[in-house]
């Protein structure tokens, strides 16, 4: 098990009516074990964001610090991820959104004597269409570009290439249960 303790400081605002940003950072510290003992570590964690909206269109920027219980064979990493975006109506029942990422992750344990590091970039767009005031369908399309900084023999090559998801879906989400007066 992997665990992290730690306190953050968070500060939001809206600049203007279309601009609003959001800060939350702070000391956390790493702790745990998986195969090994994970050493006790401080890093700072926390998340910043921005949003600017036009009248018909939005935008992101973020970006993320935070320990991860891993994936595959990283047994916990330390990652920092920055993304943009946006999202846009097409028109009364069509939306798109767009999304690009960059991924830098470092392994909190060694394995083979290395510590395992990765990048991953991915870029995604997604469509979607209102069926009802309740349901709605999509499509989507991602592409993700991995690459091991350092490769041990354990890691082989499991996170180097490019990667397709293409998804299909539907989505539900039913009116809240209680609505305000």
């Not at 943009?84 to 767009?98: K, Q, V």
Request: net charge positive.
């Amino acid at each position: 098990t992997i665990g992290h303790d730690g306190v953050n400081l968070d500060y939001s605002r809206a600049w203007t009516r279309r601009v609003s940003t959001t800060v939350s950072f702070g000391p956390s510290r790493t702790h745990g074990t998986t195969f090994a003992p994970i050493p006790v570590e401080w890093n700072l964690a926390g998340s910043a964001q921005i949003t600017y909206a036009t009248r018909t269109t939005g935008f992101y920027g973020s970006y993320a610090r935070a320990v991860n219980g891993g994936s595959g064979i990283i047994f916990g990493a330390l990652t920092d991820t920055a993304s943009a975006g946006m999202n846009r109506p097409i028109n009364r029942d069509w939306n798109l959104g767009l999304q690009v990422s960059y991924s830098h992750n470092v392994g909190l344990v060694p394995l083979d004597g290395e510590i395992p590091k990765y990048d991953a970039v991915f870029g995604a767009a997604q469509v979607s269409r209102r069926l009802t005031e309740t349901l709605s369908c999509y499509g989507s399309y991602t592409a993700i570009s991995q690459s091991a900084k350092n490769q041990s023999a354990e890691l082989g090559g499991a996170f180097n290439g490019l990667n397709n998801v293409i998804a299909i879906g539907i989505t539900f989400a039913p009116a809240p249960l209680i609505r305000g007066r």
